[in-house]
């Protein structure tokens, strides 16, 4: 293998960090700020050539769609390819079975084709087809709820790359006891369970599935 391909979730600035330093929380000045930011993420991929100081090594071939890489003198520009139109997404994941090699389908969290005019969280979690651009949604039905990093769980007998359940807690900061985790099917997007919680549930980050624990 002459490349590696990396997808990652791109800004034009780093000012989504701006509500994040502590003077700010600390003040509430984070409160209701760049909530246009995340309008502004999108997925990108880059191509890594891994035997770019090679002299006759030809890096402009196009071979990963739009995304290249272009040697002037000694220095190799990349150029990446946009995945989708569709923008606005954060907290990415994947089929961890996938992780690291060819893969098709991302799920994020995110208010796709643009920014949420209610709030500054996601209300949506969508599925995306990285071959087709396409995507599939799911939306919480109370527009104050706000789902968190998805965990992809998936079927021990897997058919295809989306055969798992899609597992995010769902938290709703007006009602505490409307919070409750949600269970999709990450082929067609369908709810299929919910579970409330008897106690408030903050809203999270990063998550993690653990099959067993002892």
Known sequence: ????????????????????????????????MNNTHNSESKIM????PLHYHEE????????????????????????????TNDFG????????????????????IGWLHGLNPRNNYANAISKIDLETGMSMIWRANDEESHPSEIVFVPNPNVSSEDDGILISC??????????????INAINMKEISRAYFDEPIPFGTHTCFIQKFE
Not at 8 to 31: E, G, N, R
Not at 45 to 48: A, C, E, T
Not at 170 to 183: A, G, Q, R, W
């Open 1 to 32: 293998m002459n490349y590696i391909i990396v997808d990652i979730l791109t800004y034009d600035a780093p000012h989504i960090f701006d509500p994040m330093w502590v003077d700010k929380i600390k003040s509430y000045q984070c409160i209701g």
């Open 45 to 48: 991929r880059f191509v890594l």
């Open 56 to 83: 006759k090594f030809e890096l402009n071939l196009g071979l990963w769609g739009d995304a290249t890489a272009i040697r002037s003198g000694d220095q190799v520009t990349l150029h990446p390819e946009l995945i």
């Open 89 to 108: 997404m954060e907290f990415p994941k994947v089929n961890p079975v996938f992780s690291y090699r060819k893969y098709r389908f991302a799920y994020v």
């Open 170 to 183: 769902v938290t709703n900061p007006i009602d505490e006891k409307k919070s409750y985790l949600v269970f």
